[in-house]
């Protein structure tokens, strides 16, 4: 994934979501904010990874600060644009439709 310049594939988006998970569990002052975020506890983690709308709350949650996104992109190779992409491809994360 390190270098890829679009996610355009759900299964990339799930990996990238999947990778953004493994940052944020490694981040000691983020992993806490994140399972207070989403209400998860350390425990339910491993069952909710191959839930397509945790994957996205995963996205969410990295998506709400620009640092995050940043020092995740740093960190994992993939260019900061790359979480965007990959919850557009999750569900809920089409263009809102405002009519």
């Given at each position: 994934m390190a270098g890829q310049r ?33 209400g998860c506890a350390p425990a ?25 996104i940043l020092a995740f992109a ?26």
């Amino acid at each position: 994934m390190a270098g890829q310049r679009t996610v355009t594939t759900r299964d990339a988006a799930e990996t990238v979501a999947l990778s953004a998970l493994a940052w944020i569990a490694a981040q000691d002052e983020v992993f806490p904010q994140f399972l207070n975020a989403t209400g998860c506890a350390p425990a339910d983690l491993r069952d909710r990874v191959g839930d397509p709308l945790f994957l996205a709350a995963v996205l969410d949650f990295l998506l709400a600060d620009d640092a995050t996104i940043l020092a995740f992109a740093r960190t994992s190779g993939l260019p900061p644009e790359a979480p965007l992409a990959a919850r557009a491809l999750l569900p809920g994360g089409g263009d809102p439709h405002w009519t």
